[in-house]
């Protein structure tokens, strides 16, 4: 059976309205295999997406459903609680027929499926800082929108996600083992982390220490798993449940300070052109602290700058242990790929370590401390 025939019998496993018209496939997802789903009823169509949950990489997909589906429901609650009947700010996860919040079909591939949000549109990387600021107040209100979700904890689908220590652990051994021979060619890399381990490991070591405190966290907080209106303008949703688990909200922070102040991509050449960029930090700072004046504590605001360069750092340390592993976990399109990217990685966090100044004068002119 094809994957195409397989996805059209998944889909009229769900509990939907109407009739299935049509399934095609939905380009993009870089994990699993996506589907829109189409059903017509009195009222006209509706769309749905199905997906082929990748369980090579999500591989307790009881966990990981119980999760989105807390999640979802109690996003949903606050909604409908605020006066929002439009379903929009929240995914829509739908059950099966049988009141499950997945399918697992003959074969024993497992779907599920979510209400589509069309007239939406979503960004790659962060454009302007217009919507930079758009992004960070949408994770920020995700965070504070699930600061009561109500016990008990959480899946951690994957544990050690954020544990920093434990990502240099990992580093130390790819070191050790070099298993393809690159250790050579990349001492400086190696030195440069080294050197930085205290402030890649600041914030687990504040949570180990109890000193920060454990919520729920997004931990994929990048401004593609932000849905924007049609006009591109203001959020709509946070998207990409997957990940979502118990963590430290800095966590987020850092990952939107990573990942949207900066205008170089990821896998930069040219180092001369990887620098945070103040104007971009100052909207996302404007726009998470605007969002989390309700709970962020008076030590996560002092620890905002700190975020930033730990997740940098920590982002720069996988991908070079993937190099010198052989590149066996992110995919590559060129040898040294992966050490490209630690190399930018490394120079946004060296930036960001000779701007924390400027950018702790920023949060602090935010009112976030």
């Not at 209106?229 to 990952?255: A, K, N």
Request: contains cysteine.
């Amino acid at each position: 059976m094809s994957s195409f025939e397989q996805a059209e019998r998944a889909a009229v496993a769900f509990a939907v309205e109407g009739s299935l018209t049509q399934v095609r496939p939905v380009s993009g997802g870089h994990i699993h295999d996506s589907h829109l789903a189409t059903y017509i009823h009195a009222a006209g169509e509706k769309q749905f997406l199905l997906q082929r949950i990748n369980e090579k990489v999500f591989g307790d997909c009881d966990g990981l459903m119980e999760n989105v589906s807390r999640v979802t429901g109690h996003l949903a609650g606050k909604a409908r609680k605020d006066g929002d009947s439009t379903d929009r700010r929240f995914l829509s996860l739908v059950e099966t027929i049988d009141g499950e919040s997945y399918h697992r079909d003959a074969s024993g591939v497992a779907w599920r499926m979510y209400v589509f949000l069309d007239e939406t549109v979503s960004f790659a990387t962060a454009p302007d800082a217009a919507r930079a600021h758009e992004a960070a107040k949408a994770f920020g209100a995700f965070q504070a929108d699930l600061i009561d979700l109500p016990a008990p904890r959480l899946c951690e689908i994957i544990p050690g996600f954020h544990d920093t220590a434990a990502r240099y652990e990992a580093f130390e051994r790819a070191i050790q083992d070099d298993r393809v021979g690159w250790l050579a060619s990349v001492r400086s890399e190696i030195e440069f982390a080294r050197a930085h381990r205290e402030r890649a490991c600041a914030l687990i070591e504040l949570w180990r220490g109890g000193v920060l405190a454990e919520r729920v966290v997004h931990n994929d907080a990048k401004i593609g798993n932000v849905l924007f209106d049609s006009e591109g303008r203001s959020w709509v949703c946070v998207v990409d449940l997957d990940t979502v688990m118990p963590g430290l909200v800095l966590f987020d922070f850092g990952d939107m300070v990573r990942s949207m102040t900066c205008f170089s991509a990821e896998d930069e050449t040219d180092l001369s052109e990887v620098e945070v960029d103040l104007g971009m930090f100052e909207a996302v700072a404007g726009g998470y602290i605007e969002s989390t004046r309700s709970f962020l504590s008076s030590v996560e605001r002092e620890q905002l700058v700190a975020a930033g360069i730990a997740i940098t750092l920590e982002q720069g340390v996988r991908f070079l242990t993937d190099h010198l592993a052989g590149d066996l976990y992110y995919a590559v399109s060129r040898t040294g790929h992966n050490l490209d990217r630690a190399r930018a990685q490394f120079k946004l966090a060296e930036s960001m370590i000779h701007r924390a100044g400027e950018m702790k004068r920023i949060v602090v002119g935010l009112g976030g401390t």
